[in-house]
């Protein structure tokens, strides 16, 4: 129950026969001319006041809220619940199972450890379209998926009994979006405070970017890093500033023809050129009554395509529908109604908000599109698609690795809070260490082709390698999802057939698709064009692509071919979808059927005809395009609320392989000593119940002296582990031979591995040493301070007691919040990061593993203080901490060594103390976020 009522909002609803407090907002002045999703943050601070981090000021300042003022009043938002994929979620669980161990160590009950805020993860990051294109793809990838995945599906079966509020959905159910949206979502939540039964807005924040999704439900949330996901499910609030909100005005209605992947691929165009980045966007206008609620969760999905933080759509009469026709209860139903209008939050399109700034699209006026070669804002008009591929393929006449790494920058700027977002840390990286060819691009004969079994053709530039239906975008929204299946129905009845070069795959968001489609009766046309299900993840939209055709990689590689990936996701960046491939683009599922049966992006599907019928006669796109009456009919005769119940009924308890995973029956995890996958960190050896005094920092040495704009993905683990690196050696050491390596991703609970990959990106440019990119440092440790690996040189400072010190510029810390950016170089040794500037979140993350982050004084920098690095640096004035109150400043001493030139001076300055929050400074009192949270439920 909130400690602190001022502006007296506690009431009561009753609701058919049910009484829920609630905290109403019309208590607070202003609060009528608020954005929807300010209103949501709003009722957040209402009931979480407690006068301390979460104060009156703060709830009068998001009433008086000024929508063209920057943002600069840092609020405390406690979410409702957190949501989290297999990758990033393991580390969360593991922290956990750690935590249940140490409060068993100090004497407590080990089952005081659970989450405080409901948690659910979605086993959907790990199953890889190894088979493609017949009946038992589905069944084999799944078990090779169990093969590669056995330990960390062990571990997470084990949290799902050992931990309350935590319930895990297995492999092969669905994509963590669509379950969200089909059913772990409440729109208004519920939950027992203190023996009252409280109502409030659901919302929640996710370990991926796209958690956006459930915008489109009315739910506010977003991407975090496991950090922040860590803090909300230990019932931390998270650090934000009251945002801009854009609002974008919808009008008319979506014309025959166009698909809601076309509008999204408009409205991400329009957003990215207005620029959103750190904003919210709110959809209103009349036209918001006649967007479906799935095309509102495709549009809310690509949220981090457009750079926002989250893309809301308000609670209204098809939000109820969508409930209903998902199985949720008519108690619940009627609740949402009831509580939304009751608070405002109910839309009223006469009633407009006042926006911070504001845009405005006819629906009427989206044309087909599609999104490439490399970045989701580029869209094209499908009429000019074939013109403009023949003019981006000459942008690939060379290939090299820095035209790679500069059009990835140019298409998420440091500066972007989205950036390579969690999910990426699979593939994104991967860019690296996957075929890169350096060949000009030539106008050459197409290279022919002898399959296997006999058959020839020939393969040239704009080749259409990969034809996936795949990722939460688009596998979530039945007219597009059914579109496609009619689609492929009329090209089957035509004769047509997808061509042989093309690996087809089908990975539905949930198995209600499945259901749907069958009932439909076009899984079978599906499967004729070789659309078969590979399985219910993300798949190739994240680069789970499995291998090419053979004989089409061979020639592909051996000939230098520049082809092409056409898929329904929502990340086409280069050298993300599959190595082979060096062109990739986002259309609709029944475009993606469509290029299937073309073969080439080199296609004008108004003029070219994909094939011949029975009789001799050219067909063309227009020819088997299923019109927008046929599609909804479909929809309404072949979706029914029974399939969500059935599917959803018991998607906790997993098939039989799942069920039959040796699991332990203890409340603390029984560590496997063996195990190169979950390994229990070092975060509590050694803890006491007592805090332990911070002190100064005496004598450090520089681990890394870095410019501006490093980003969290060159501080975090990511993608392929290479065999020269620490992290290969460990897994060697370990009996792991190299084809098993696997990614960081994969290996993120197991703190070993992201140590030795912290800090080790290969554009990382540590200036400590001259033209040397990669994770390497000088030694200070030797007489001659000579080269090693950042992980190596840190062991032996660890080794010699000397603490380790960051020099970095501005925005550092930038891009997707990582928690191994912080957790890695808390472990690596390093107690303060010095910068010109940091990025908010990261900066918090920091805090919160016990690194205190501090800024040079004002126009200063490493630089123009004289700074080589080779100084030893002592910090006095932390331990005004101990006496409970905050330093601004702190005074920082660099004195020349050994290493340093000759005649160099000593340097010192008072550095600014960037612990902003009284509730971060006691996150840094207690050593960390994890150490505070452990001691109060011990006491």
């Known amino acids: 129950m909130s400690a602190v009522n001022s502006f007296g909002a506690r009431d009561t609803l009753r609701v058919g026969s049910t009484d829920y407090e609630v905290f109403r907002l019309d208590a607070v002045k202003g609060y009528e001319k608020l954005p929807f999703s300010l209103k949501v943050l709003l009722e957040n601070l209402l009931r979480t006041e407690d006068g301390a981090n979460i104060t009156a000021d703060h709830i009068r300042a998001l009433g008086a809220w000024v929508p063209t003022a920057d943002p600069d009043t840092e609020i405390q938002f406690t979410p409702a619940r957190v949501i989290m994929q297999d990758f990033t979620g393991v580390p969360c669980i593991v922290d956990l199972a750690t935590m249940r161990e140490a409060v068993a160590d100090l004497g407590g009950d080990p089952n005081k450890i659970n989450p405080l805020a409901p948690a659910e993860l979605v086993i959907d990051h790990s199953v890889i379209a190894d088979l493609f294109g017949s009946e038992n793809a589905l069944e084999r990838n799944v078990e090779i998926e169990y093969e590669r995945n056995g330990e960390r599906y062990q571990f997470l079966r084990w949290g799902q009994t050992a931990f309350d509020d935590f319930k895990v959905v297995p492999p092969g159910t669905g994509i963590v979006h669509q379950v969200n949206i089909e059913y772990l979502a409440r729109v208004t939540f519920t939950r027992e405070v203190g023996g009252v039964l409280r109502a409030y807005p659901d919302t929640c924040v996710g370990t991926d970017s796209h958690t956006t999704m459930v915008n489109g439900l009315g739910v506010l949330g977003w991407g975090v890093g496991g950090i922040e996901a860590e803090a909300a499910m230990l019932g931390q609030p998270v650090s934000m500033l009251i945002p801009k909100v854009v609002g974008f005005k919808l009008n008319g209605s979506i014309p025959a023809g166009v698909t809601a992947t076309d509008v999204v691929l408009t409205i991400t165009q329009m957003l990215r050129k207005h620029g959103v980045v750190g904003k919210f966007v709110e959809f209103y206008g009349e036209g918001v009554a006649q967007v479906p609620l799935a095309n509102r969760a495709t549009i809310g999905n690509m949220s981090p395509e457009f750079g926002s933080t989250a893309a809301m759509f308000p609670i209204d009469d098809v939000t109820l529908g969508y409930l209903r026709l998902t199985g949720r209860s008519v108690d619940q139903v009627a609740l949402v109604e009831a509580y939304s209008k ?16 504001y845009l405005e699209l006819d629906l009427g006026t989206v044309v087909p599109s599609i999104a490439g070669p490399k970045r989701p804002q580029d869209r094209v008009e499908l009429t000019n698609a074939k013109s403009q591929f023949e003019i981006d393929l000459q942008n690939y006449a060379t290939h090299d690795l820095s035209r790679v790494d500069a059009a990835v920058e140019a298409s998420f700027p440091a500066s972007d809070p989205i950036g390579f977002t969690a999910e990426d840390e699979q593939s994104a990286h991967q860019i690296s260490h996957q075929h890169v060819s350096h060949a000009p691009v030539s106008v050459s004969s197409p290279v022919p ?69 069958a009932k439909a009766g076009l899984t079978a046309d599906l499967e004729a064009l070789g659309f078969y299900t590979v399985g219910y993840g993300c798949t190739v939209c994240i680069g789970n692509t499995g291998p090419l055709i053979d004989e089409v990689s061979a020639a592909i590689n051996d000939n230098d071919l520049a082809v092409t990936a056409v898929l329904s996701g929502n990340r086409n960046f280069e050298g993300r979808i599959s190595p082979d491939v060096k062109m990739n683009y986002l259309a609709s599922p029944p475009l993606v059927i469509a290029y299937a049966l073309a073969g080439s992006m080199n296609f004008d599907f108004d003029t070219d005809a994909l ?22 009919a479909t929809i309404d005769s072949s979706i029914d609320t029974a399939m969500f119940t059935k ?13 039959s995973l040796p699991t332990p029956d203890s409340e603390v995890f029984e560590w496997d000593p063996k195990s190169t996958y979950v390994r229990k960190p070092p975060y509590f050896d ?58 960081y991703g994969s290996r993120r609970g197991n703190h070993e591995i992201m140590i030795r990959g912290t800090f080790a990106n290969i554009r990382l440019r540590n200036q400590l040493l001259d033209g040397v990119e990669g994770g390497y440092t000088r030694d200070f440790t030797k007489p001659d301070a000579p080269q090693s690996f950042i992980y190596d040189a840190s062991q032996n400072y660890q080794a010699a007691g000397t603490p380790l010190v960051i020099f970095g510029g501005k925005e550092y810390g930038s891009g997707s919040s990582r928690d191994w950016a912080a957790k890695g170089t808390s472990l690596l040794g390093v107690k303060a990061v010095i910068t010109e500037s940091f990025e908010r979140i990261h900066r918090s993350n920091l805090i919160g593993m016990g690194v205190v982050p501090l800024q040079f004084p004002a126009g200063q920098s490493w630089a123009s203080l004289g700074l080589d690095g080779t100084e030893t640096v002592s910090i006095t004035g932390i331990e005004e901490l101990n006496e409970g109150r905050t330093p601004k400043t702190v005074h920082v001493v660099a004195t020349p060594t050994e290493h340093s030139a000759p005649g160099k001076a000593t340097v010192e300055f008072d550095a600014v103390v960037r612990i902003d929050t009284p509730g971060e400074a006691d996150y840094y009192r207690n050593g960390g976020i994890l150490q505070y949270v452990l001691r109060s439920l011990v006491v």
């Open 611 to 632: 094939g011949t019928d029975t009789e001799g006669n050219d067909v063309f796109l227009k020819d088997i395009w299923p019109d927008s009456a046929e599609v909804q």
């Open 647 to 659: 599917e959803y009924g018991e998607v906790f308890e997993g098939d039989e392989r799942w069920r």
């Open 449 to 517: 082709i002898t399959t296997a079994d006999g058959g020839k053709y020939t393969l040239d530039h704009g080749a259409v390698a990969v034809a996936a239906i795949t990722s939460c975008t688009n596998t979530s929204n039945p007219s597009v999802m059914l579109a496609a299946g009619l689609l492929a129905r009329n090209a089957v009845k035509k004769g047509l057939t997808s061509k042989p070069w093309v690996k087809t795959t089908l990975a539905p968001g949930s198995k209600v698709v499945t259901d749907y489609y």
């Open 686 to 743: 050694g803890m006491t119940l007592e805090t332990t005094p911070v002190s100064d920092i005496v004598g450090a040495r520089v681990l890394a002296k870095l410019g501006d704009s490093v980003t969290t993905d060159h501080i975090s683990p990511a993608g392929n582990i290479k065999a020269d690196s620490p992290a290969g050696a460990y897994l060697m050491e370990h009996g792991v031979d190299r084809g098993d390596f696997n990614s």
């Open 342 to 357: 009751l608070q405002g939050l109910w839309h009223d399109p006469a009633q407009e908000p006042v926006f911070s700034e």
